[in-house]
Nanobody, 122 residues
Framework: QVQLVESGGGLVQAGGSLRLSCAAS????????MRWYRQAPGKQRELVAG???????NYVDSVKGRFTISRANAKNTVYLQMNSLKPEDTAVYYC????????????????WGQGTQVTVSS
């Protein structure tokens, strides 16, 4: 069984920084794409950033230039460095692993973490 565990959330003042981590554990051969989503109160979950195993990142427009996603494939870990945080970044941040294989050529599965709260005060 694969588990995703996020860490690094917390309370920060506007303009501050946080670094989120998400570590995937279990029987993992490879992960195609790792993403960060967020969900603010009363809003739908939205994609924040994603990065494929080849390392090409993509971002939602609202975080471009402020957030950086990266991954350590050997550790099955994805990071989200968040700088210049704004109150509108307040949300629960979720990690998603898409295309998880337990061995070469195996079926793929998707997994979600439990979420970590990020609160940005004005």
């Amino acid at each position: 069984q694969v588990q995703l565990v996020e860490s690094g959330g917390g309370l920060v003042q506007a303009g501050g920084s946080l670094r989120l981590s998400c570590a995937a554990s279990g029987s993992i051969f490879s992960i195609d794409v790792m993403r960060w989503y967020r969900q603010a109160p009363g809003k739908q979950r939205e994609l924040v950033a994603g990065i494929a195993s080849g390392g090409i990142p993509n971002y939602v427009d609202s975080v471009k230039g402020r957030f950086t996603i990266s991954r350590a494939n050997a550790k099955n870990t994805v990071y989200l460095q968040m700088n210049s945080l704004k109150p509108e970044d307040t949300a629960v941040y979720y990690c998603n692993a898409e295309g998880v294989r337990t061995y070469f050529g195996s079926p793929t599965y998707d997994y979600w973490g439990q979420g970590t709260q990020v609160t940005v005060s004005s």
